[in-house]
């Protein structure tokens, strides 16, 4: 288990660097952009290759999988439904946190993905023993982004630097909490139930990349973002080869 919560800690550690990132460094749009689609090509790679994939794979010709995709999706689609009556958008919160109520919104958004993603790391270490590089990678580099984004509407808003690091590190430890809470609590769950799991984090991410970080790269950086996103995709596929090469 605390192999588990290293690794999930390693994972969400990122949300702090794009904290320390976004105090000192304001990035200019297509930057923030293409971080974005990049990070959005990364997870939709993990999201096929290593969740819905990983999924079907320990359910085959049962409706689990598809159960948990779609609930998983449906669930964020609500929460962000719920959030954005909160505080009009994201997008909108991003630009506008210095009205205390937004923060609480942004917070949470940011959490609702982070959280199966989190899971899904410690569910992988007790599958094969080993973390799921693939996994890895893909949610340190999507938490990058979204932590400079919020952290600069943060800023605009009067918050100190060291409130900002503080809020960052607490989610980082709540969701390698997760990351533990997949490896120790879920072990006893039979393959449907876990194929359950690992596909609702599947559903939950592609949905929020459908709704949020796609949107905003595009947003951000253009035409630019599909070609930072493809090169995302790449890479991810790249370290999931690797991976499947060393323990094959």
């Known amino acids: 288990m605390s192999s588990a919560f290293f690794w999930g800690l390693i994972a969400t550690s990122s949300l702090v660097i794009g904290g320390l990132l976004g105090s000192w460094w304001t990035p200019g749009k297509r930057t923030l952009g293409a971080i974005l689609a990049f990070g959005a090509g990364v997870l939709i790679s993990a999201v096929a290759y290593e969740l819905v994939f990983e999924a079907v794979h320990l359910a085959k010709f049962t409706g689990f999988p598809t159960m948990g995709f779609f609930a998983g999706a449906f669930t964020f689609f609500l929460s962000d439904r719920l959030i954005g009556k909160m505080s009009g958008s994201q997008h909108d919160a ?35 023993g080993t973390v799921s590089q693939a996994m890895l990678v893909a949610v340190f580099i999507s938490n990058l982004p979204e932590a400079i984004a919020a952290t600069t509407g943060m800023r605009s808003g ?4 060291t409130k900002i690091l503080l809020l960052w590190l607490v989610i980082a430890v709540f969701c ?40 905003e790269a595009y947003e951000h950086a253009g035409k ?17 080869v690797l991976e499947r090469a060393g323990t094959g």
């Not at 006893?188 to 991410?205: D, E, Y």
């Not at 995709?233 to 370290?239: N, S």
């Open 224 to 240: 630019l973002a599909g070609v930072f996103l493809v090169v995302g995709f790449a890479v991810c596929v790249w370290v999931i």
């Open 94 to 128: 991003l630009e506008s946190t210095h009205q205390s109520n937004l923060v609480v919104p942004l917070v949470l958004a940011i959490i609702l993905d982070g959280i199966p993603e989190s899971v899904v790391i410690g569910l992988g270490i007790l599958k094969g």
């Open 176 to 215: 390698a909490a997760a990351s533990a809470a997949g490896y120790g609590l879920l072990g006893g769950l039979s393959p449907n139930w876990l194929s359950v799991v690992q596909a609702f984090a599947g559903g939950a991410i592609l949905m929020m990349l459908a709704n949020t970080m796609i949107p």
């Open 158 to 161: 009067g918050w100190s630097r």
